[in-house]
Protein backbone atom coordinates (compact mmCIF):
# COMPACT_ATOMS: atom_id res chain seq x y z
CA UNK A 1 0.00 0.00 0.00
CA UNK A 2 1.09 3.47 -0.89
CA UNK A 3 0.80 6.35 1.45
CA UNK A 4 -1.88 7.55 -0.96
CA UNK A 5 -4.64 5.09 -0.79
CA UNK A 6 -5.17 6.48 2.58
CA UNK A 7 -5.57 10.69 2.98
CA UNK A 8 -5.68 11.77 6.72
CA UNK A 9 -6.04 15.07 8.17
CA UNK A 10 -5.62 15.68 11.86
CA UNK A 11 -7.07 18.80 12.54
CA UNK A 12 -9.70 21.28 14.94
CA UNK A 13 -10.54 17.30 17.74
CA UNK A 14 -11.12 15.74 14.28
CA UNK A 15 -9.05 13.04 12.95
CA UNK A 16 -10.36 12.05 9.07
CA UNK A 17 -9.56 9.13 6.96
CA UNK A 18 -9.97 8.77 3.57
CA UNK A 19 -9.75 5.78 1.86
CA UNK A 20 -8.29 6.97 -1.71
CA UNK A 21 -8.51 4.22 -4.56
CA UNK A 22 -11.16 5.54 -6.20
CA UNK A 23 -10.25 3.69 -9.44
CA UNK A 24 -11.32 0.75 -7.74
CA UNK A 25 -13.77 2.16 -5.88
CA UNK A 26 -11.81 2.52 -2.63
CA UNK A 27 -11.79 -1.55 -2.72
CA UNK A 28 -9.44 -2.19 0.43
CA UNK A 29 -6.38 -4.57 1.13
CA UNK A 30 -5.20 -5.75 4.40
CA UNK A 31 -2.71 -3.78 4.44
CA UNK A 32 -4.72 -0.57 4.17
CA UNK A 33 -7.57 -1.86 6.77
CA UNK A 34 -4.70 -2.50 8.95
CA UNK A 35 -3.12 1.45 8.36
CA UNK A 36 -7.11 2.40 9.39
CA UNK A 37 -7.10 0.08 11.91
CA UNK A 38 -3.86 1.80 13.61
CA UNK A 39 -4.96 5.05 13.51
CA UNK A 40 -7.97 4.24 14.86
CA UNK A 41 -6.31 2.72 17.74
CA UNK A 42 -4.41 5.61 18.53
CA UNK A 43 -6.84 7.74 18.00
CA UNK A 44 -8.11 6.14 21.27
CA UNK A 45 -5.05 7.15 23.33
CA UNK A 46 -5.19 10.85 22.48
CA UNK A 47 -7.11 13.17 24.13
CA UNK A 48 -6.79 15.82 21.71
CA UNK A 49 -8.87 13.61 19.05
CA UNK A 50 -12.77 14.28 19.55
CA UNK A 51 -14.38 13.12 16.66
CA UNK A 52 -13.05 10.03 14.20
CA UNK A 53 -14.33 9.91 10.73
CA UNK A 54 -14.09 7.67 7.74
CA UNK A 55 -14.97 8.10 4.05
CA UNK A 56 -14.24 7.41 0.25
CA UNK A 57 -12.45 9.61 -2.28
CA UNK A 58 -14.44 10.09 -5.27
CA UNK A 59 -17.98 8.42 -6.40
CA UNK A 60 -17.36 5.54 -3.56
CA UNK A 61 -17.41 4.67 -0.03
CA UNK A 62 -16.23 1.65 -0.17
CA UNK A 63 -16.57 -1.67 -2.73
CA UNK A 64 -15.54 -3.92 -0.05
CA UNK A 65 -12.14 -6.06 -0.42
CA UNK A 66 -10.15 -5.77 -3.13
CA UNK A 67 -10.23 -9.53 -4.99
CA UNK A 68 -7.00 -9.43 -6.41
CA UNK A 69 -5.31 -8.47 -3.29
CA UNK A 70 -3.22 -10.93 -1.39
CA UNK A 71 -5.11 -12.18 1.34
CA UNK A 72 -8.45 -12.84 -0.04
CA UNK A 73 -8.17 -13.73 -4.05
CA UNK A 74 -7.31 -17.12 -5.40
CA UNK A 75 -3.51 -17.61 -5.96
CA UNK A 76 -2.54 -18.24 -9.68
CA UNK A 77 -0.99 -21.47 -7.85
CA UNK A 78 -4.72 -22.80 -6.98
CA UNK A 79 -3.77 -22.60 -3.73
CA UNK A 80 -6.46 -21.66 -0.73
CA UNK A 81 -6.75 -18.49 0.12
CA UNK A 82 -5.88 -17.33 3.57
CA UNK A 83 -7.60 -14.74 6.08
CA UNK A 84 -5.50 -12.30 6.43
CA UNK A 85 -8.32 -9.32 5.17
CA UNK A 86 -10.99 -10.99 7.49
CA UNK A 87 -8.75 -10.83 10.69
CA UNK A 88 -7.32 -6.93 9.93
CA UNK A 89 -11.63 -6.08 8.99
CA UNK A 90 -12.81 -7.75 12.84
CA UNK A 91 -9.34 -6.05 14.05
CA UNK A 92 -10.97 -2.53 12.41
CA UNK A 93 -14.71 -3.65 14.06
CA UNK A 94 -13.35 -4.19 17.37
CA UNK A 95 -11.21 -1.06 17.74
CA UNK A 96 -14.74 1.11 16.41
CA UNK A 97 -16.16 -0.77 19.38
CA UNK A 98 -13.27 0.35 21.86
CA UNK A 99 -12.37 3.95 21.17
CA UNK A 100 -13.80 6.28 23.22
CA UNK A 101 -14.34 9.17 20.46
CA UNK A 102 -17.57 8.77 18.87
CA UNK A 103 -16.54 7.18 14.83
CA UNK A 104 -18.66 8.94 12.27
CA UNK A 105 -19.00 7.26 8.84
CA UNK A 106 -19.55 9.78 5.88
CA UNK A 107 -20.88 7.59 2.76
CA UNK A 108 -20.68 9.10 0.10
CA UNK A 109 -22.07 6.74 -2.32
CA UNK A 110 -21.79 2.94 -2.37
CA UNK A 111 -20.76 1.06 0.22
CA UNK A 112 -20.89 -2.96 -0.96
CA UNK A 113 -19.47 -5.67 0.90
CA UNK A 114 -17.33 -5.38 3.93
CA UNK A 115 -16.86 -1.53 3.09
CA UNK A 116 -21.14 -1.59 3.90
CA UNK A 117 -19.75 -3.29 7.24
CA UNK A 118 -17.68 -0.56 8.07
CA UNK A 119 -20.08 2.10 7.27
CA UNK A 120 -22.58 0.36 9.71
CA UNK A 121 -19.92 -0.20 12.10
CA UNK A 122 -19.57 3.09 12.63
CA UNK A 123 -21.35 5.32 15.95
CA UNK A 124 -23.05 7.18 12.90
CA UNK A 125 -23.71 7.01 9.73
CA UNK A 126 -24.53 9.50 7.80
CA UNK A 127 -24.99 9.32 3.73
CA UNK A 128 -25.41 11.32 0.60
CA UNK A 129 -28.53 10.27 -1.61
CA UNK A 130 -26.49 8.91 -4.14
CA UNK A 131 -24.76 6.34 -1.36
CA UNK A 132 -26.65 2.87 -0.97
CA UNK A 133 -25.39 -0.60 1.29
CA UNK A 134 -25.13 -3.63 -0.53
CA UNK A 135 -24.24 -7.05 0.49
CA UNK A 136 -22.90 -8.84 -2.80
CA UNK A 137 -21.60 -11.90 -0.41
CA UNK A 138 -24.08 -14.46 -2.13
CA UNK A 139 -22.39 -13.59 -5.83
CA UNK A 140 -18.78 -14.79 -4.94
CA UNK A 141 -20.12 -17.67 -2.15
CA UNK A 142 -18.92 -15.94 0.70
CA UNK A 143 -21.10 -14.26 3.89
CA UNK A 144 -21.49 -10.53 5.59
CA UNK A 145 -18.34 -10.55 7.79
CA UNK A 146 -16.28 -7.37 9.38
CA UNK A 147 -19.51 -7.13 12.36
CA UNK A 148 -22.28 -6.90 9.57
CA UNK A 149 -23.92 -10.49 11.22
CA UNK A 150 -24.23 -8.39 14.69
CA UNK A 151 -25.23 -5.07 13.27
CA UNK A 152 -27.54 -6.12 10.89
CA UNK A 153 -29.19 -8.08 13.64
CA UNK A 154 -29.74 -5.49 16.25
CA UNK A 155 -30.53 -2.68 13.71
CA UNK A 156 -32.54 -4.76 11.76
CA UNK A 157 -34.11 -7.88 13.54
CA UNK A 158 -33.64 -11.64 12.61
CA UNK A 159 -35.85 -12.05 9.29
CA UNK A 160 -34.55 -8.72 7.46
CA UNK A 161 -30.84 -9.11 8.52
CA UNK A 162 -31.14 -12.96 6.87
CA UNK A 163 -32.73 -11.27 4.08
CA UNK A 164 -30.03 -8.82 3.49
CA UNK A 165 -27.42 -11.50 3.84
CA UNK A 166 -28.70 -13.96 1.45
CA UNK A 167 -30.48 -11.80 -1.19
CA UNK A 168 -27.67 -9.21 -1.95
CA UNK A 169 -30.54 -6.63 -2.24
CA UNK A 170 -29.46 -2.82 -2.19
CA UNK A 171 -30.41 -0.64 0.26
CA UNK A 172 -31.30 2.93 -1.23
CA UNK A 173 -30.18 5.68 1.02
CA UNK A 174 -33.67 6.67 1.62
CA UNK A 175 -34.60 3.35 2.98
CA UNK A 176 -31.45 2.86 4.91
CA UNK A 177 -32.79 6.10 7.11
CA UNK A 178 -36.39 4.45 7.36
CA UNK A 179 -34.60 1.26 8.64
CA UNK A 180 -32.05 3.25 11.01
CA UNK A 181 -28.87 2.41 9.16
CA UNK A 182 -28.44 5.50 8.43
CA UNK A 183 -29.11 8.62 11.27
CA UNK A 184 -28.73 11.54 7.79
CA UNK A 185 -29.21 11.65 4.47
CA UNK A 186 -28.56 14.69 2.41
CA UNK A 187 -28.61 15.85 -0.88
CA UNK A 188 -25.20 14.65 -2.92
CA UNK A 189 -24.83 18.37 -4.30
CA UNK A 190 -24.65 19.99 -0.11
CA UNK A 191 -23.50 16.34 1.54
CA UNK A 192 -19.82 17.81 1.86
CA UNK A 193 -21.35 20.87 3.71
CA UNK A 194 -23.53 19.40 5.88
CA UNK A 195 -21.91 16.32 7.13
CA UNK A 196 -18.81 18.77 7.83
CA UNK A 197 -21.17 21.00 10.14
CA UNK A 198 -21.98 17.75 12.16
CA UNK A 199 -18.98 16.65 12.70
CA UNK A 200 -17.98 20.09 13.56
CA UNK A 201 -20.81 19.73 16.04
CA UNK A 202 -19.80 16.53 17.58
CA UNK A 203 -16.05 17.78 18.42
CA UNK A 204 -17.23 20.78 20.12
CA UNK A 205 -19.55 18.52 21.64
CA UNK A 206 -19.57 16.87 25.46
CA UNK A 207 -16.97 13.57 24.59
CA UNK A 208 -17.43 12.39 28.05
CA UNK A 209 -21.00 12.22 27.58
CA UNK A 210 -20.90 10.45 23.92
CA UNK A 211 -18.01 7.95 25.28
CA UNK A 212 -20.30 6.94 28.05
CA UNK A 213 -23.55 6.73 25.76
CA UNK A 214 -21.83 4.40 23.32
CA UNK A 215 -20.28 2.32 25.70
CA UNK A 216 -24.15 2.05 27.35
CA UNK A 217 -25.87 1.03 23.74
CA UNK A 218 -22.83 -0.90 22.73
CA UNK A 219 -23.56 -2.78 25.81
CA UNK A 220 -27.06 -3.20 25.08
CA UNK A 221 -26.84 -3.32 21.50
CA UNK A 222 -24.07 -5.24 20.61
CA UNK A 223 -23.56 -7.63 24.01
CA UNK A 224 -22.21 -10.71 22.13
CA UNK A 225 -20.12 -8.93 19.80
CA UNK A 226 -16.68 -10.30 20.20
CA UNK A 227 -18.57 -13.79 20.18
CA UNK A 228 -20.32 -12.72 16.39
CA UNK A 229 -17.09 -11.85 15.22
CA UNK A 230 -15.59 -15.35 15.65
CA UNK A 231 -18.51 -16.71 14.50
CA UNK A 232 -18.25 -14.77 11.10
CA UNK A 233 -14.98 -15.50 10.95
CA UNK A 234 -14.77 -19.11 11.75
CA UNK A 235 -17.45 -19.70 8.80
CA UNK A 236 -15.99 -17.53 6.62
CA UNK A 237 -12.41 -19.25 6.68
CA UNK A 238 -14.70 -22.46 5.60
CA UNK A 239 -16.15 -20.53 2.79
CA UNK A 240 -12.96 -18.95 2.29
CA UNK A 241 -11.53 -22.22 1.19
CA UNK A 242 -14.59 -23.93 -0.74
CA UNK A 243 -14.82 -24.34 -4.40
CA UNK A 244 -18.33 -22.05 -4.38
CA UNK A 245 -15.47 -18.62 -3.43
CA UNK A 246 -13.01 -20.02 -6.18
CA UNK A 247 -15.93 -20.17 -8.66
CA UNK A 248 -17.42 -16.66 -7.40
CA UNK A 249 -14.23 -15.32 -7.57
CA UNK A 250 -13.50 -15.93 -11.16
CA UNK A 251 -16.89 -14.98 -12.36
CA UNK A 252 -16.42 -12.01 -10.66
CA UNK A 253 -12.75 -11.47 -12.40
CA UNK A 254 -14.76 -12.42 -15.62
CA UNK A 255 -17.44 -9.86 -15.11
CA UNK A 256 -20.12 -13.66 -15.37
CA UNK A 257 -22.99 -14.82 -13.23
CA UNK A 258 -21.55 -17.42 -11.17
CA UNK A 259 -22.33 -21.22 -11.52
CA UNK A 260 -21.98 -22.56 -7.90
CA UNK A 261 -22.11 -26.60 -7.55
CA UNK A 262 -23.86 -28.80 -4.86
Not at 168 to 194: I, K, S
Request: charged fraction near 25%; hydrophobic fraction near 50%; proline fraction near 3%.
Amino acid sequence: MSDSDLLVEDHDGVLALTLNRPHALNAVTTDLVLRVVDLVEAAGERDDVRVVTLTGAGRAFCAGADLGAAGLGVADDGALPDASTLDSVNRLALAFREVPQLVVALVNGPAAGVGASFAMGADLVVASDAAYLKGGFDAIGLMPDGGATAYLVAALGRPRALAYAVLGDRVEADEALRLGLFARVWPAATFAEESAALVARLAAGPRHAYAAAKRAVDARGLPAFTDALETERREQRRLLGSADFAEGAAAFRERRRARFGD
